[in-house]
């Protein structure tokens, strides 16, 4: 049974870091391009950053770019997205995603 579990979200204050973790199994990991994905109420959903299956290469939406890293360690079949200079437009559920499916989610607030 496939499984993406994310964990990492919180309440934050602007200018502040957080760190997302997104636990695969189920599926070879390894082997897929995984992405993070957000969605913010009444907004459509954005991606915000996408991985190749060994990590050599990444993408990110203009509105991350330099302030979000996205990295995987695929011993633990683990997905991260380190996060920097939050601000209020990042406040979102962020969702890791592979080809066939995402997570449920973790609430990411940025809030004084």
């Known amino acids: 049974q496939v499984q993406l579990v994310e964990s990492g979200g919180g309440l934050v204050q602007p200018g502040g870091s957080l760190r997302l973790s997104c636990a695969a199994s189920?599926?070879?990991?390894?082997?897929?391009?995984m992405s993070w994905y957000r969605q913010a109420p009444g907004k459509e959903r954005e991606l915000v950053a996408s991985?190749?299956?060994?990590?050599?290469?990444?993408n990110y939406a203009d509105s991350v770019k330099g302030r979000f890293t996205i990295s995987r360690d695929n011993a633990k079949n683990t997905l991260y997205l380190q996060m920097h200079n939050l601000n209020a437009e990042d406040t979102a559920i962020y969702y890791c995603?592979?080809?066939?499916?995402r997570g449920q989610g973790t609430q990411v607030t940025v809030s004084s």
């Open positions: 991985i190749s299956a060994i990590g050599g290469s990444t």
């Open positions: 995603a592979w080809r066939s499916g």
């Open positions: 189920g599926f070879s990991f390894s082997a897929y391009v």
